[in-house]
């Protein structure tokens, strides 16, 4: 628990996997990509911007919207040789080391799903989370 929350417990990437292989669409998916964004010590505007406040994160309030989760996800399965999307988000007060996101993209070819990851993480990291770092 922390702060009065039970913590959302992350996913079996084992399970997504297996759930994912086990659709109609794998016969077409030649790969599968994971990300896993967990909260880090090194405030953001250090790591993006290469400004140094001499501040450390001890962690993270997270929220999102989900209607605009939804809506990123399905923008991402319009992108070519995009089969498989599956988000998965925490919330609330987290600690150094939780995970803040996974996200699985499954497509055809290699390109396609990177692309498609890039473009989904960044869409969910830009438009539909709100990240406060608490810092000491």
Not at 15 to 23: N, S, T
């Amino acid at each position: 628990m922390t702060n009065g929350k039970i913590k959302k417990v992350p996913p079996s990437m084992d399970a997504w996997l297996k759930e994912a292989k086990a659709q109609p669409a794998a016969l077409n998916e030649g790969m599968f990509l994971v990300h896993n964004g967990v909260v880090r010590q090194t405030p953001k505007a250090q790591v993006r911007q290469g400004v140094d406040d001499g501040s450390l994160v001890t962690g993270m309030e997270f929220t999102y919207d989900a209607a605009k989760v939804e809506a990123a996800i399905a923008e991402t399965y319009t992108l070519e040789g995009v089969f498989h999307v599956r988000v998965w988000l925490n919330e609330g007060r987290l600690s150094l080391g939780d995970d803040i996101m996974y996200v699985l993209i499954g497509g055809d070819i290699r390109p396609h799903v990177i692309d498609a990851l890039q473009f989904l993480v960044g869409k969910i990291k830009n438009e539909c989370v709100t990240e406060i770092e608490q810092k000491q």
